[in-house]
């Protein structure tokens, strides 16, 4: 009698390390799923924002560029009227 108690509380035992086993990889994977989901919408989120960035920093670099196109012409107007020992 006492062995089969021994061996009824050994087998209990094992089904339900078992069973809890498969409901925490159960739980895990779908965590896993939502998380690896939300990373891959995150990712994209900052790739568009990254392509977002990189327009700005072009169009800013454009402005600066015409800005300083725009000060040497008008240094070359300046140094035209104003030849050396003049001001």
């Known amino acids: 009698m006492a062995i089969v108690d021994t061996l009824f509380d050994v087998f209990s035992a094992s089904i339900g390390a078992i069973m809890g086993a ?23 989120t900052l790739d568009k924002i990254k392509l977002e960035n990189q327009s700005l920093l072009k169009q800013i670099q454009d402005k ?15 140094q035209k009227k104003n030849p050396k020992g003049k001001k």
Do not use: G, P
């Open 22 to 44: 498969v409901f925490a990889f159960y739980l895990n994977h779908r965590r896993n799923k939502s998380l690896a989901t939300k990373l891959i919408v995150n990712r994209q």
């Open 64 to 78: 600066e560029n015409l800005i300083l196109q725009m000060q040497m012409q008008l240094l070359e107007k300046n």
